[in-house]
C-alpha cells in the first residue's frame, strides 16, 4: 500500500517567515552542513521546528540538504522575503512532487504520497469538496485502521492550510479557496505570468520528454503531471497558454497537419524564471 508521506511537517504548519529563516541560514558560509544543535542556534527555532521547516523548504524547492538551490537563488535575489506570487507558484510547484523533486512521475500519482496525490489525482476530478470527501478518499487509498485515518486527516489539513492560511503560506496564489468551514473550491486560481508556466513547461519536458526537439502537443495537452493539474485547468486553457508563449516566440507550434506539435525554443529554464521575477 502507498505512504502518506507527510508526516515531515512534525506538526508544524507551512510559514514563509520560518522558511526563510532556513534560507538564510543556506546562505551562510557553512549552509545547511551543520548539526541540528548549531542550527537551532543559527535560526533561533527550536529542535523540532527546524528539522520540520528544513524539510518544508527542501520541499519547496528552496534549498537542497546544503544550501541554495539555483531556483531558490533567484527567488531569493528577486523576492528576498518570500512575499511575491512567483514564489508561491514556484513553491507549489516543487511542493506536488513530495519529496522526489524532478524525478520521473510514477505511473500512479499516490505512489509519491499524499501531496502528489491531491494534486495530480484528487483535485482534478473534485474541484468542490469537503475535507470529510477528501479525508475518505484518501483513506481508500493509504492506511486504513482507526487511528491511520485520524494521522491521514491531521497531515492532510496541513496541505489544506498551505494552500488557504492567509497569514504567512500560499494562498495568494488562490490555487484552493476555502468557502465556509472544511468546504473547499478549486480551479480558479489566479495564474501565474507566462514566463513562469514557461519554466514549468521547460522542467517538465526536460523531465518527461528528455529535452526532445517537438513533442506532440496532446502529451503537453493530456499529460497527467503537467500544466493543467499544477495549475487547476482545463486541457483547452493549457491550449491557450501555449498560444500565448508561441506568441512570446518562447515556443513554436506546428498545426498544419495532425498530429500537432510543440518546438521549444529556450536554451536555459532558468533564464525563465529569472524574466518571470523581472517582468512582473
Known amino acids: 500500500m502507498s505512504e502518506l508521506n507527510l508526516s515531515f511537517h512534525a506538526t508544524f504548519a507551512l510559514k514563509k517567515e520560518d522558511v526563510l529563516r532556513i534560507i538564510k541560514a543556506a546562505e551562510e558560509e557553512k549552509g545547511l552542513d551543520d548539526s541540528r544543535d548549531n542550527l537551532v542556534i543559527r535560526t533561533g527555532m527550536g529542535a523540532p521546528k527546524v528539522g520540520a521547516l528544513k524539510t518544508w523548504a ?21 523576492d528576498p522575503y518570500l512575499q511575491s506570487p512567483i514564489t508561491d507558484w514556484l513553491m507549489h510547484f516543487y511542493l506536488s512532487f513530495s519529496d522526489k523533486g524532478l524525478a520521473t512521475p510514477p505511473p500512479e500519482a499516490a505512489d509519491w504520497g499524499g501531496w502528489t496525490w491531491f494534486v495530480y489525482s484528487f483535485l482534478p476530478s473534485h474541484q468542490n469538496f469537503s475535507r470529510n470527501t477528501l479525508d475518505n478518499a484518501a483513506n481508500q487509498i493509504y492506511e486504513t485502521d482507526k487511528k491511520k485515518a485520524k494521522s491521514i ?15 504567512d503560506a500560499l494562498s495568494q496564489i488562490n490555487f484552493l479557496k476555502s468557502s465556509t468551514k472544511d468546504q473547499y473550491i478549486a ?69 498544419t497537419v495532425p498530429p500537432f506539435q510543440i518546438i521549444p525554443r529556450w536554451n536555459e529554464p532558468l533564464d525563465l524564471l529569472e524574466k518571470a521575477y523581472v517582468n512582473n
Open 153 to 167: 486527516s491531521d497531515d492532510l489539513l496541513k496541505v489544506l492550510k498551505a494552500y488557504t492560511d492567509k497569514k
Open 58 to 78: 527542501t520541499r519547496s524547492g528552496l534549498v537542497d540538504d546544503i544550501k541554495l538551490t539555483p531556483q531558490g537563488a533567484i527567488a531569493r535575489k528577486h
Open 187 to 255: 480551479g480558479e486560481a489566479t495564474l501565474p505570468p507566462d514566463e513562469l508556466i514557461a519554466y514549468f513547461l521547460a522542467m517538465i519536458c526536460k523531465r518527461d520528454f528528455k529535452d526532445l526537439s517537438q513533442i506532440n502537443s496532446d502529451r503537453i495537452l493530456h499529460h497527467p503531471y503537467g500544466l493543467g493539474s499544477l495549475l487547476g485547468i482545463s486541457p483547452d486553457k493549457v491550449q491557450d497558454l501555449l498560444d500565448r508563449l508561441s506568441g512570446k516566440g518562447i515556443i513554436e507550434q506546428y498545426k
